[in-house]
């Protein structure tokens, strides 16, 4: 059964860069052909997708988001990873990874990590 | 980028009654739309995949129906863990974008 696992620092400063990682468990990154994906919810907010990452190294993000996202993939590790510059208070929220349903198919989001709160503050 | 508009907000209703949630997009989106459900400290959990096509596992009292702009989900009887919010979200072109969300309280 695949498990996806957010690992990263709970609190962050304004400024500074959010690096967060997705553990994949029960499937292989690098035999597969999704679009891993990372989402965020602010406290009490709805979802916002930040980005995906195909399995060919294919990129895909937010507009809004686009000039400080960096998504990449360790397939050694069998993860992904997330990394947020030019933080902001507006960046607080609980992050997930996921992955779709079905391989070359980008936005059906059927696994999900548990999500990981991150919090912008001095 | 597609804009989804989701509605009503907040939809009251008691155990047993039927639910109506839409989803209008800003562009056509075809039949890739998408539907969430979220329960508190959760994550999203798949209910529908095109616009019609329920997730494994998930009862056939949710259904989904809509095509082009105008998009349905219906909860025919709710049932006291179905009160949650729902999401749509489309996957017809990036970047992907959601609904502001639809809550389910119980009346």
């Known amino acids: 059964q695949l498990q996806l696992q957010e690992s990263g620092p709970g609190l962050v400063k304004p400024a500074e860069t959010l690096s967060l990682t997705c553990t994949v468990s029960?499937?292989?990154?690098?035999?597969?052909?999704?679009?891993w994906g990372w989402i965020r919810q602010p406290p009490g907010k709805g979802l916002e997708w930040i980005g995906s990452?195909?399995?060919?190294?294919?990129?895909y993000f937010n507009p809004s988001l686009k000039s400080r996202v960096t998504i990449s993939i360790d397939t050694s590790k069998n993860q992904f990873s997330l990394k947020l510059s030019s933080l902001t208070a507006a960046d607080t929220a609980v992050y997930y990874c996921?992955?779709?349903?079905?391989?070359?198919?980008?936005?059906?989001?059927?696994?999900w990590g548990q999500g990981t709160l991150v919090t912008v503050s001095s | 980028e597609i804009v989804l508009t989701q509605s009503p907000a907040t939809l009251s209703l008691s155990p047993g009654e039927r639910a109506t949630l839409s989803c209008r997009a800003s562009?056509?989106?075809?039949?890739?739309l998408v539907w969430y459900q979220q329960k508190p400290g959760q994550a999203p959990r798949l209910l529908i995949n095109?616009?019609?096509n329920r997730a494994t596992g998930i009862p056939a009292r949710f259904s989904g129906s809509g095509s082009g702009t105008d998009f349905t989900l219906t909860i025919s009887s709710l049932e006291p863990e179905d009160f949650a919010v729902y999401y749509c979200q489309q996957r017809s072109n990036w970047p992907l974008t959601f609904g502001g969300g639809t809550k389910v309280e119980i009346k």
């Open positions: 029960g499937g292989s990154i690098s035999s597969s052909r999704y679009y």
């Open positions: 996921a992955r779709p349903s079905q391989q070359l198919v980008g936005g059906v989001f059927d696994s």
């Open positions: 095109d616009a019609s």
């Open positions: 562009q056509s989106v075809s039949s890739y």
């Open positions: 990452m195909s399995y060919n190294g294919d990129t």
